[in-house]
T-cell receptor, first 114, second 115 residues
Framework: SAVISQKPSRDICQRGTSLTIQCQVD?????MFWYRQQPGQSLTLIAT?????????ESGFVIDKFPISRPNLTFSTLTVSNMSPEDSSIYLC???????????FGPGTRLTVL | QQQVKQSPQSLIVQKGGISIINCAYE??????FPWYQQFPGKGPALLIA?????SEKKEGRFTISFNKSAKQFSLHIMDSQPGDSATYFC??????????????FGAGTQVVVTP
């Protein structure tokens, strides 16, 4: 199994500002995924991040708004830029478990934009 | 558009009863179908998953039934307990060589088990 931690666990931000969310995994993984869960909604994939290459974004998500870094095999960051209240969501990272039994999710970062 | 459709949106079941949640998909390339359980304030946790080469998988009180021709799969929670009260998500993906792939989630079902 993989243990995933995210920082911060929650934050309240002003519109127009940016927030960087960190995802740390306790083992080396090839792919990391970033999801968004809007209040009371399902999970939507934002992008896939591989170490050493640019993140691949899903339709409706762009790099200027959600820049992602993947500097090594255990860490990734997602930045939510120029925030608006519509960005208020839970942001989750996930990884495939070493050995490939399942895809694990982190605890999420609950973001509120005022 | 949502690639995986899930129903019902919510479900109330008495303790000891059976909870049934259904999902349907369109993309026949999907080859991995997991169910996740999410408690408030927590990330989703894998409950059980199935590949399309089997029609049923059981783990404890949880069973997935899979109908490839109908492009449907369902989760049955037997002997439901108050601790099962959570939101359940079905998902589907196209697996890669070294990954379970990009999960497409259903809308979620909020299950409440009454004592």
């Amino acid at each position: 199994s993989a243990v995933i931690s995210q920082k911060p666990s929650r934050d309240i931000c002003q519109r127009g500002t940016s927030l960087t969310i960190q995802c740390q995994v306790d083992s080396q993984v090839t792919m990391m995924f970033w999801y968004r869960q809007q209040p009371g909604q399902s999970l939507t994939l934002i992008a896939t991040a591989n170490q050493g290459s640019e993140a691949t974004y899903e339709s409706g998500f762009v790099i200027d708004k959600f820049p992602i870094s993947r500097p090594n095999l255990t860490f990734s960051t997602l930045t939510v830029s120029n925030m608006s209240p519509e960005d208020s969501s839970i942001y989750l990272c996930s990884v495939d478990s070493p050995g490939g039994n399942e895809q694990f999710f982190g605890p999420g970062t609950r973001l509120t934009v005022l | 558009q949502q690639q995986v459709k899930q129903s019902p949106q919510s479900l109330i079941v008495q303790k000891g009863g059976i909870s049934i949640i259904n999902c349907a998909y369109e993309n026949t390339a999907f080859d991995y179908f997991p169910w996740y359980q999410q408690f408030p304030g927590k990330g989703p946790a894998l409950l059980i998953a199935i590949r399309p080469d089997v029609s049923e998988k059981k783990e404890g009180r949880f069973t997935i039934s899979f109908n490839k021709s109908a492009k449907q799969f369902s989760l049955h929670i037997m002997d439901s307990q108050p601790g099962d009260s959570a939101t359940y998500f079905c998902a589907a993906s196209i697996t890669l060589t070294d990954s379970w792939g990009k999960l497409q989630f259903g809308a979620g079902t909020q299950v409440v088990v009454t004592p």
